[in-house]
């Protein structure tokens, strides 16, 4: 199956600093792909959806200066928090969709965010 | 209301035995419906995708869809310990462009011994 790299796994950082976070498809191209956040026993909340070469689409509530997100190549996202808080502590997860095959979304296994 | 509800549970079942879990729907839109298990601190792996009504196996896995129940469920066999996991239903209305997945709560089962 397809495989979606997330790097981080887990980060640790002090509060004000910035964290950037990246998502890589490996084997295959993905002009989509998504960033979500999950809290304890709860369900994936989307962030934002990402499209190779053009801006971000953020979800309401969502804010793009806190979350950038760039898209620069057909393989790679990344999601830089920005000036984090205790408050950005989570469980951030990329999904590619892979548009060769049914534009299934393929998850990334996750980073977990702690701020101090 | 929510356009995917799906008992949060907790399940838990002895080893061996048939697992059934469910989602409802309100938005007839969705075309594509999805199954995705997730281990404690990982992210979701896919375990079923189906398009419109029917049933859809794979090893010890069934999903089977009901349009006009807007109701989906997904069966295991023959549960094992190493099944013990949460599990999400997902919805997609289309495949054209980049397509939102609407997920419902998730549920999480342990499978007992």
């Known amino acids: 199956g397809a495989v979606v790299s997330q790097h981080p796994s887990r980060v640790i950082c002090k509060s004000g600093t910035s964290v950037k976070i990246e998502c890589r498809s490996l084997?295959?191209?993905?002009?989509?792909m998504f960033w979500y956040r999950q809290f304890p026993k709860q369900s994936l909340m989307l962030m934002a959806t990402?499209?190779?070469?053009?801006?971000?689409?953020?979800e309401q509530g969502v804010e793009k200066d806190k979350f950038l997100i760039n898209h620069a190549s057909l393989t790679l996202s990344t999601l830089t928090v920005t000036s984090a808080h205790p408050e950005d502590s989570s469980f951030y997860i990329c999904?590619?969709?892979?548009?060769?095959?049914?534009?299934?979304?393929?998850f990334g296994a996750g980073t977990r965010l702690s701020v101090l | 209301q929510k356009e995917v509800e799906q008992d949060p549970g907790p399940l838990s079942v002895p080893e061996g035995a048939i697992v059934s879990l469910n989602c409802t729907y309100s938005n007839s839109a969705f075309q594509y419906f999805m199954w995705y298990r997730q281990y404690s601190r990982k992210g979701p792996e896919l375990l079923m995708y189906t398009y419109s009504s029917g049933n859809k196996e794979d090893g010890r896995f069934t999903a089977q869809v009901d349009k006009s129940s807007k109701y989906i469920s997904l069966f295991i066999r023959d549960s094992q310990p190493s099944d013990s996991a949460t599990y999400l239903c997902?919805?997609?209305?289309?495949?054209?462009?980049?397509?939102?997945?609407?997920f419902g709560q998730g549920t999480r089962l342990t499978i007992n011994p």
């Open positions: 990402s499209n190779e070469g053009s801006k971000a689409t953020y």
């Open positions: 999904s590619a969709q892979d548009r060769g095959l049914k534009n299934i979304q393929y």
């Open positions: 084997d295959f191209q993905a002009t989509t």
């Open positions: 997902a919805m997609m209305r289309g495949r054209q462009g980049a397509q939102k997945l609407v």
